[in-house]
């Protein structure tokens, strides 16, 4: 099959959906597709950038168009790209801000309509509009995303829509669509072959790439760290990844409002193998995601493909503890809302057991299945 992806910006490392892209696009070659990506937006770079790289069984072209190149010349840079390569699919990439700093892209509608070719149009919603909760300008830039989107889909008519969200998933079809779900992997790969040397006794939580401190996390901590406490286990907290001067005045506050906590370990930037590996040595991750944005949570997705459970003490105004951010009843057991110690064993088990569901080339077959 031939897929074209586009996006915003592809710049790996620096945009979470040109990382998505980037590694999704690499298994997809693997398997003998071609793929091209194209970033019809590009923060990065300054006018037109083009790179073809060599890949296991085929080749992976990335183009990139500056945000600075007017409107007319990106459409006719794209157009010729679609006519070279002439693909089965055209998978749009969809999330506000990555089109528009305001997170309106007005002209989107439009471009993507006017794109000529024998191809099937996809659209993946990694996001839609922001919230109507609080403030007269959140409610006007949240009414004009909603619009927007709409249409985006009256004009485009997509075959497919993909989104990884429940909630998502029901605004889509309140709009009158019929979206699929499509499951979030993992940026992190469990490193295979590692020797195990957890320490007796020991309870370890980490934090990663993401924290932050809320009373909602600290007493969730607390509360399970006294029953840990009185069984006579040691806790210990990791916060993996990040920059280690901003963490450090985590590791000081936690080390004040969580005393229970024996050591707090800060690594810094980690590359993957060494991110897979100290997971692996966790009992358990905690997010600060809200629970029914899960499924759009890199880090928590990383966790879970290591078989950690994952604890999510925040739950934002409007949802309810029914509201977790998975479509699959059996990764739901994975998270846990509730401070008790009982329920992570349970936790523990449903995550081992579903850990192959963040498995790239697994979300990959859903999405392939999705375009047939």
């Not at 459970?309 to 309810?320: D, F, N, Q, R």
Request: with cysteine; net charge positive; charged share 25%.
């Amino acid at each position: 099959m031939k897929i074209l992806f586009i996006c915003g910006t592809f710049s790996p490392g620096k945009d979470g959906v040109g990382d998505y892209i980037n590694k999704m696009s690499h298994a997809l070659t693997k398997k003998g597709h071609e793929i091209n990506i194209i970033a019809i937006r590009d923060k990065y770079c300054n006018e037109l950038y083009k790179e073809i790289k060599s890949t296991e069984n085929n080749l992976l072209t990335i183009s990139c168009i500056s945000k600075k190149v007017k409107l007319k010349k990106r459409f006719i840079y794209t157009q010729k790209i679609i006519n070279e390569f002439n693909p089965d699919w055209i998978s749009l990439q969809f999330v506000p801000f990555g089109f528009n700093k305001k997170g309106i892209p007005f002209w989107l509608p439009n471009f993507i309509n006017k794109l000529e070719g024998e191809f099937c149009l996809e659209i993946m919603f990694h996001e839609l509009w922001i919230g109507r909760k609080i403030g007269i300008k959140n409610k006007l830039v949240s009414f004009l995303q909603e619009t927007n989107i709409k249409n985006l889909l009256r004009k485009n008519k997509p075959k497919v829509i993909d989104t990884h969200l429940p909630v998502y998933f029901s605004n889509i079809e309140k709009l009158g669509y019929k979206p699929c779900r499509l499951p979030l992997f993992s940026n992190i790969s469990p490193t295979k072959d590692i020797i195990l040397n957890k320490k007796e006794n020991t309870f370890i939580w980490a934090f990663f790439s993401q924290i932050n401190i809320t009373p909602k996390i600290i007493n969730f901590i607390n509360k399970i760290n006294i029953e840990l406490h009185e069984k006579g286990i040691i806790s210990e907290l990791i916060i993996i990844g990040g920059e280690k001067t901003k963490n450090l005045k985590y590791k000081e506050i936690y080390k004040k409002l969580c005393p229970l906590f024996k050591t707090i370990t800060i690594t810094g930037f980690l590359d993957e193998k060494e991110i897979s590996t100290l997971m692996q040595h966790c009992d358990i991750g905690i997010t600060p995601i809200p629970l029914h944005a899960l499924g759009k949570s890199g880090t928590t997705a990383a966790f879970l493909a290591h078989g950690i459970p994952v604890a999510v003490p925040v739950i934002s105004k409007g949802y309810t503890e029914e509201n977790i951010g998975f479509f699959d009843s059996s990764v739901i057991n994975s998270i846990i809302t509730k401070a008790k110690l009982c329920n992570i064993s349970k936790a523990k088990i449903a995550a081992e057991n579903n850990k192959h569901k963040f498995d790239i080339d697994y979300v990959n077959s859903i999405f392939l299945q999705n375009l047939k």
